[in-house]
T-cell receptor, first 113, second 114 residues
C-alpha cells in the first residue's frame, strides 16, 4: 500500500526566505504527483503536477521536483511572502490504482512579515 | 468559471438522520470523486466515478452511497448519519487518467453529526 509522508508537519519562516517542503512516498510506481495548497476553511488548489516521466515543473516562484527512484518530491518556494501561508499537500497517483490519489498529511507553512 | 461547486457548505445532523451532499462541475470532466478530510488522517477517498454511469468504492466507502446523475453531477448520500461521519467532505473532478489527471477541488462541505 502506498504511503505518503510530508515532513515537517509545520514550518515557520520570516518573509523573504527561500524554503523547501518535502514529500516522500513508499512505492515508486507512480503515474504522477500533484502539489496542492489549502487555505484555512477552504478547498484544495492545484499548484503543480509532475508526470512520472518528468523531473520538475515550475510556476512563478514555485518549483517542484520529482525523484521516483528515491521516492521523493520537493516543493521549492522562492522569496516567501506572508500570502504563501497555507497548508501544502502532495498527492500521488499510482499506475495501477485507477483514479485513486494517496495524500500526505500536509505541511502547515507560516510566513511571518 | 465556477469549477467544482458543492452544496451545502455547512450542515448539522442528528445521529440517524439522512442527507445528500451535492456536487457539480462545469469543466466537462469525465471523472469525479468524493473525499473526506479529518485531522490527523489526511484526505481519504470515499467513492469515485471514472465516467458517467460508473461508480467505484474508494478507501472508506462504508456508510455512504453515491450517484453519478449525469456528466456534471455526483452526489454523496449518508443514509443514517453517525458521529464518526463528522468531517469535511470535498468533491473533486479530473479529466481521464490518460490525460494529465490533474485534480480540481470544491470548497468543501462541513458536516457535524451530533
Amino acid at each position: 500500500k502506498q504511503e505518503v509522508t510530508q515532513i515537517p508537519a509545520a514550518l515557520s519562516v520570516p518573509e523573504g526566505e527561500n524554503l523547501v517542503l518535502n514529500c516522500s512516498f513508499t512505492d515508486s510506481a507512480i503515474y504522477n504527483l500533484q502539489w496542492f495548497r489549502q487555505d484555512p476553511g477552504k478547498g484544495l488548489t492545484s499548484l503543480l503536477l509532475i508526470q512520472s516521466s518528468q523531473r520538475e515543473q515550475t510556476s512563478g516562484r514555485l518549483n517542484a521536483s520529482l525523484d521516483k527512484s528515491s521516492g521523493r518530491s520537493t516543493l521549492y518556494i522562492a522569496a516567501s511572502q506572508p500570502g504563501d501561508s497555507a497548508t501544502y499537500l502532495c498527492a500521488v497517483r499510482m499506475n495501477n490504482a485507477g483514479n485513486m490519489l494517496t495524500f500526505g498529511g500536509g505541511t502547515r507553512l507560516m510566513v511571518k512579515p | 468559471n465556477a469549477g467544482v461547486t458543492q452544496t451545502p457548505k455547512f450542515q448539522v445532523l442528528k445521529t440517524g438522520q439522512s442527507m445528500t451532499l451535492q456536487c457539480a462541475q462545469d469543466m466537462n470532466h469525465n471523472s469525479m470523486y468524493w473525499y473526506r478530510q479529518d485531522p490527523g488522517m489526511g484526505l481519504r477517498l470515499i467513492y469515485y466515478s471514472a465516467s458517467e454511469g460508473t461508480t467505484d468504492k474508494g478507501e472508506v466507502p462504508n456508510g455512504y452511497n453515491v450517484s453519478r446523475l449525469n456528466k456534471r453531477e455526483f452526489s454523496l448520500r449518508l443514509e443514517s448519519a453517525a458521529p464518526s461521519q463528522t468531517s469535511v467532505y470535498f468533491c473533486a473532478s479530473s479529466e481521464q487518467p490518460t490525460s494529465t489527471g490533474e485534480l480540481f477541488f470544491g470548497e468543501g462541505s462541513r458536516l457535524t453529526v451530533l
